[in-house]
């Protein structure tokens, strides 16, 4: 059985339909990069299965239990999120808060974790990403990769089923983007199952599980990384993939 299915995602914006009926599939342990050019869904997507945004239409299954997403109940959601984390682009740490607190917060406010056991989980995140050494720092005292890799940890606290990331480097220089991917490339070589919206085409080639390609809000095509990227079957993938070179 699948961790994570999706069926039939309809998002719009306005007059504008920016999911057209999306079909997805994970599998616990596997590494799923979505590429695409701007504006083809890919974040809109992602932020519909973690309820970010509410989509219109549409079917998760997710641990086993089918909910269909335009009457979810609250409750729902909540248990479903107790069990994901996500990574924004641009972080969204607590800029008031230091590393550490940044990191305990969710676990002491909304999961009533035990301040002394919420501290012993957040070192032991921090320093799965190299953060233990900045425990009291400030996000503005960071590089941008250090606070990425504080909100990998943030994500990691609560020990879940699948990690989102939206775009986790686009932010990011090229030494920084080089830090989290290869926090990231750790994850999945433990295991973790992550989806990743991602423009770095290195990383979704020799990590991924799978390669999803979408454009104009459907799924064009996907398939494994030595597949997708040696022979894609469509014209768009193609052209993509030109461009991307």
């Known amino acids: 059985m699948a961790l994570l299915e999706v069926k039939n995602i309809h998002k719009s914006f306005g007059a504008g339909e920016v ?23 890919k974040t809109t997507l992602l ?3 973690n309820f970010l945004e509410k ?3 549409g079917q998760l299954l997710f641990n086993g239990k089918d909910y269909h997403l335009l009457g979810i109940s609250k409750a729902d959601i909540s248990a479903i999120r107790r069990n994901t984390g996500f ?26 974790v035990p301040a002394a056991e919420a501290r012993e989980k957040a070192m032991d995140v921090l320093t799965k990403v190299g953060m233990q050494d900045h ?57 973790m199952t992550m989806i990743v919206v991602t423009h770095e085409i290195g990383f979704a080639r020799e990590v991924s599980s799978k390669v999803v390609f ?24 193609r052209e993509f993939l030109r461009l991307t070179e």
Do not use: W
């Open 55 to 57: 989509a219109d239409e």
């Open 135 to 191: 425990v009291d720092k400030y996000p503005s005292q960071l590089s941008g990769g250090q606070q990425q890799r504080v909100a990998i940890a943030r994500a990691l606290a609560t020990d879940p089923s699948i990690i989102y990331f939206d775009e986790p480097t686009s932010a990011l220089d090229p030494q920084l983007t080089a830090e989290v991917l290869e926090v990231m490339r750790k994850l999945a070589d433990e295991g």
């Open 19 to 41: 999911l057209k009926g999306i079909d997805l599939t994970v599998e616990k342990g596997d590494v799923v990069s979505i590429l695409g050019a701007s504006g083809s869904g």
């Open 87 to 112: 990574v924004f682009q641009n972080y969204c740490l607590f800029a008031n808060k230091t590393v550490l607190q940044n990191v305990t917060l969710g676990l002491t406010s909304a999961r009533h």
């Open 214 to 237: 979408m454009a104009d809000g459907v799924i064009v095509e996907e398939g494994k990384p030595e597949e997708f990227f040696v022979n894609p079957k469509e014209e768009k993938t």
């Open 47 to 49: 932020r519909c299965i």
